[in-house]
Each structure stands twice: as structure tokens, then as C-alpha cells.
């Protein structure tokens, strides 16, 4: 069924487009990787990042992006990784992937990113990483989760997979962690369909890094003229991100302040229009951003009041031609998250969220059509039946 307002929409242009086609009528489409190269340059501008050392990197994926990471921190069989549970499971595979036992931990009421208390209270003689999840492109409390790291001696990495174009006390996300990752999936603010980024902000990393991305051989030192040949040093694997996703990428990257500002007119429109269903008790909370805190529209979500009214009122917005999906169940209460990890602490905001949260649609050119998707929104929580 074709949605009248659906979660996601493609924002791809003719510019896009011709930079696709300006790269396939090459004879060599590889020749120099200009685009991932220029995507790495741009990447790096905005998050104000100094290169050299080659310290951002296109992946083909978050998730191949957290797998470096993962392998960056050298954890293994005994080690332990804090986590958020209420991520996704890309935050937790690439470490269970090594070996590592995760920790899951609650998140904070409002933004429901981690919980630097409950992190703090997690750590053990085995704490090897810590992990900051920046929930719908809105920053963690880096300040305190760094100040835990350090006392620990925990490598800290942001999954940053939902906040290109954020910042935080004037400073991007993803420039705080020992490393970073970006997601370009079709579902982000910005997409090649299936896309990443490594960002190495710990200068001791740059090397192993770019031998890890590229099958573990020192292939960067050997295009760098650093080397006479490559060939095999490390552990590795495929990192690298196709010149024609990176052709799209690019142009995407070119637009981040086009597609995130508009995004966040919608997002706005959102937040205004639900203040009163929020007062009147309908809704039980919109989005919290802390202070200091720049987010990049990535997500619009709503608390409702009772989880039974979930289902329902799904259903019925769907009816309504609107689809507003709900997002993860929290990784500790599921087959893998029991397999591969524990619990620390109390899970009260993971749960809630988990269990009434509702995302809706968000795009540019959404702003317009606010006032009708809330007016459904209302009409759906009021017809909607309780679930027992
Ligand atoms: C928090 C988080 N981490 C990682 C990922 C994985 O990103 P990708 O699809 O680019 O591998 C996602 C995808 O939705 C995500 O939301």
C-alpha cells in the first residue's frame, strides 16, 4: 500500500545524479578515488577534523565502521563493553563479533541516550570500552562519558550513525570519542543507499586504522609513496566504500545543510504541535535536547502514555495513510542481547522506550503537512482501542 505520508523519503537530485553519470562515462571510474576522496574532505571540513593523518574513512556501512572500531580497541574473551540497551544491533554485534562480553545499561529519561550514571556504575576491572549512541542525531553527555573513560582507561567510540551535521557545545558529534562512526544507510539524514564513515580522533589509531579498512594491507602507505610495495601486515577486512555509492555520497554531503535544515523545520513543526497534546495528558512526553546540544532532525518521536495503546494506534495511522513505526527493542531483552551480554542496573527508560515510543514521518518538505499529521495522530490516540 503507498503511504500518503511515509517514514522516509529519498531527497536525491539532479545534482546527485550527475555525478554519478559524470563518473560511469570514465574509463576508470577508480582512477584516484576522487570521490571518496573529496567525501573525506568534506566529511573532514565540517567536523573539523585535521588531515593528514588520514583520519576519516568511507565504509560500506555503520556497521563495517563499528567493526573496526571494535577491532581497534583489541577487545576479546573477558573484556567488557558498555553499552546503551536501547540501540541498535550494529552498537552490540561488533563487539559480541570479538568476543566481549556487553554491559548493557539504561538510558536517560527524555533524550533516552546512555546514562552516564548507570555507566559509571557498570564499570569493573574488565571495562574495556564505552560506547555513546547519539539517539535521533542528539548528543550524549560526552563531558561525563569521557571523564568516565579516562578514569577507567576505556576506549571511548560514538556511534554517531544518526548524527552527521549535529554538535554539541559548538563541537561536532563524532569528535569526541577515541573513534566515531557515521551511517549513510537510506534511512539517515543523508544516504548512498548503503554507506559509512570511520572517524579516528585518537591520532595513535590513523595507521591501524587504514590497514584494517583495506584487507589489512599497508595499500595507503603504498599509495602515499611511503612504501615500494603493498602487501599483507595485519588482520583486516573489505572497509572500503564503492566510487559509485561515493559519487552519491558526495553530493549528499555537498546538501547536509539544504536536507538538515529542512528536516529540522519539520521537526520544529513537530515539537510546537504536540506541546498541547503533551499538556493535555495525550501524548506523555515529546523529545528532550539538552542544552548546548545542536541536533541534525534525524528522528521526531513521540512518548504515549500506555504501551497497550501502541499497537493500535500504529494500525490505525497506517489507516490513516501515515506510517509511523516504532524502533528498537532493548537489545538486552532479546535472544542475541541474553546470549551475548548482561544487565547493569535498572532498564526503567530502555523499557519505555522500547514500549511507547513512536516515530514519525520526517523529510524535507514535511514542515507543510505537520498540522495534518498531528491532527491524525490525535484522532488515533483517542480512537485507538487499549491493547491488554
Ligand atoms: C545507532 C545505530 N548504529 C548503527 C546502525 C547501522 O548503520 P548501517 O545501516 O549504516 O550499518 C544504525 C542503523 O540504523 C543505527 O541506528
Known amino acids: 500500500m503507498t503511504l500518503k505520508y511515509p517514514y522516509v523519503k529519498s ?17 576508470n571510474m577508480t582512477l584516484g578515488f576522487s570521490h571518496s576522496a573529496l567525501c573525506t574532505e568534506e566529511i573532514a571540513r565540517r567536523l573539523d577534523v585535521p588531515q593528514p593523518p588520514q583520519r576519516v574513512f568511507l565504509t560500506p556501512s555503520c556497521t563495517s565502521a563499528l567493526e573496526v572500531a571494535a577491532l581497534l580497541s583489541g ?45 559509571r556504575a557498570a564499570v569493573t576491572p574488565a571495562t574495556r570500552v564505552v560506547i555513546a549512541m547519539h539517539y535521533c542525531g542528539v ?34 558529534v563524532g569528535t ?3 573513534v566515531a562512526t557515521f551511517s549513510f544507510h537510506h534511512t539517515k539524514n543523508l544516504s548512498c543507499g548503503e554507506g559509512g564513515a570511520l572517524v579516528v580522533n585518537n591520532p595513535d589509531l590513523c595507521d591501524r586504522a587504514a590497514i584494517l579498512l583495506e584487507k589489512g594491507t599497508n595499500r595507503s602507505q603504498f599509495f602515499q609513496g611511503l612504501v615500494d610495495k603493498y602487501s599483507w601486515v595485519d588482520l583486516g577486512t573489505s ?15 555537498r546538501r ?33 535536547v539538552p542544552e548546548g546540544c545542536v ?49 547493569s542496573g535498572q532498564m526503567v527508560e530502555a523499557h519505555r522506550a522500547g514500549s511507547c515510543l513512536l ?30
Open 139 to 172: 548528543s550524549c553527555d560526552m563531558d561525563r562519558l569521557s571523564a568516565i573513560a579516562r578514569d577507567c582507561g576505556a576506549m571511548l567510540i560514538e556511534d554517531a550513525a544518526q548524527a552527521y551535521g549535529a554538535t554539541a557545545q559548538g563541537q561536532a
Open 256 to 288: 547536509a545543510d539544504e536536507i538538515n535544515g529542512a528536516r529540522i523545520a519539520g521537526w520544529n513543526a513537530y515539537h510546537a504541535a504536540f506541546a498541547p497534546l503533551e499538556q493535555a495528558g495525550l501524548i506523555a512526553a515529546r523529545p528532550h
Open 75 to 119: 577487545v576479546g574473551p573477558g573484556d567488557e563493553v558498555i553499552l546503551p540497551s536501547y540501540t541498535f544491533s550494529s552498537t552490540a554485534t561488533a563487539f559480541a563479533l570479538r568476543g566481549a562480553t556487553l554491559v548493557f545499561v539504561d538510558s536517560e529519561p527524555g533524550s533516552f541516550n546512555i546514562d552516564p550514571e548507570a555507566v
Open 11 to 27: 531527497t536525491f537530485t539532479q545534482h546527485e545524479l550527475g555525478l554519478v553519470t559524470e563518473l560511469m562515462e570514465r574509463d
Open 295 to 343: 541536533h541534525n532532525g534525524h528522528i521526531y518521536f513521540i512518548i504515549l502514555p500506555d504501551p497497550a495503546l501502541r499497537p493500535g494506534v500504529i494500525a490505525e495511522l497506517s489507516r490513516r495513510g501515515i506510517s509511523a513505526p516504532f524502533h528498537y527493542v532493548p537489545l538486552h531483552d532479546t535472544v542475541a542481547g541474553r546470549r551475548f551480554g548482561r544487565v
Open 176 to 178: 569526541r570519542g577515541d
Open 239 to 253: 572497509g572500503v566504500i564503492s566510487e559509485i555509492a561515493a559519487a552519491v555520497l558526495l553530493g549528499q554531503l
Open 359 to 388: 516515530r514519525l514521518p520526517l523529510w524535507p518538505g514535511v514542515a507543510e503537512h505537520v498540522p495534518e499529521i498531528v491532527a491524525e495522530v490525535e484522532a488515533a490516540i483517542e480512537t485507538s482501542e487499549v491493547v491488554a
